[in-house]
T-cell receptor
C-alpha cells in the first residue's frame, strides 16, 4: 500500500526535551517536506529536501533540524530551542520536474503538545 | 516566496447549494494545488492545476495563470464537503493560503 506514514500520531513533550517525528514514504518521490500548522492557520514550511543528503531551510526553520540519509525517510527533530513547539506537523513528498515540484502528497500528521 | 490570498475566509452553505472559492497569488507559479483538510487534519489532494480547467465529480477548478488567480467550484454541496479548503502555489516551494472554512448545513 503506497503512501506517506508519520509517527507517532500524538506526542507529548516536556519543556527542554528534544523530540523526533518520523516521516516515511514508499512513493519513490525525490522531494520531501515538513510543514507546521497552528490552529486556524495555513501551513508553513519548516524544511525541505530535494535529494538525499541535502536539505534547505524553509520559512520557519529556527529550533528544528532534519536529516535525509535515505530517499524514503525525512525525520524532523524539534529541539528545545523551538520556543513554541505545540502544533500540528505535516510531512509531504513529491516528484521533481524540470520546472519545480509536482503534486505534493501529505501524511496524516503528528500533533505535538508541550506540557 | 509566493504570497497566497484566499477568499472568503468562511462560507456557510445549505446542502445542495453551489459555491466558488477564490485564490489569488502574487507571482507566477509552476505548481498550483487545491486541498481539502478533513476534521482529523488529513490534507486531501483535490487538484493539481497550474493552468486551465479540471473537473472531478461535483468539484471543478480553473486557474488563469496570466491573471494570477484560481477558482474552486463546489456544486450541489453535501455535508461531507465541510472542512477547510487550502490553495497553495509554488515557484520552487509551496506557499499556502490561510484557507476557507466551509460549513454545509443539512
Amino acid at each position: 500500500d503506497g503512501g506517506i506514514t508519520q509517527s507517532p500520531k500524538y506526542l507529548f513533550r516536556k519543556e527542554g526535551q528534544n523530540v523526533t517525528l518520523s516521516c516515511e514514504q514508499n512513493l519513490n518521490h525525490d522531494a520531501m517536506y515538513w510543514y507546521r500548522q497552528d490552529p486556524g492557520q495555513g501551513l508553513r514550511l519548516i524544511y525541505y529536501s530535494q535529494i538525499v543528503n541535502d536539505f534547505q531551510k524553509g520559512d520557519i526553520a529556527e529550533g528544528y533540524s532534519v536529516s535525509r540519509e535515505k530517499k524514503e525517510s525525512f525525520p524532523l527533530t524539534v529541539t528545545s530551542a523551538q520556543k513554541n513547539p505545540t502544533a500540528f506537523y505535516l510531512c509531504a513528498s513529491s516528484l521533481m520536474t524540470s520546472v519545480g515540484t509536482d503534486t505534493q502528497y501529505f501524511g496524516p500528521g503528528t500533533r505535538l503538545t508541550v506540557l | 516566496g509566493i504570497q497566497v490570498e484566499q477568499s472568503p475566509p468562511d462560507l456557510i452553505l445549505q446542502e445542495g447549494a453551489n459555491s466558488t472559492l477564490r485564490c489569488n497569488f502574487s507571482d507566477s507559479v509552476n505548481n498550483l494545488q487545491w486541498f481539502h483538510q478533513n476534521p482529523w487534519g488529513q490534507l486531501i489532494n483535490l487538484f493539481y492545476i497550474p493552468s486551465g480547467t479540471k473537473q472531478n465529480g461535483r468539484l471543478s477548478a480553473t486557474t488563469v495563470a496570466t491573471e494570477r488567480y484560481s477558482l474552486l467550484y463546489i456544486s450541489s454541496s453535501q455535508t461531507t464537503d465541510s472542512g477547510v479548503y487550502f490553495c497553495a502555489g509554488a515557484d520552487y516551494k509551496l506557499s499556502f493560503g490561510a484557507g476557507t472554512t466551509v460549513t454545509v448545513r443539512a
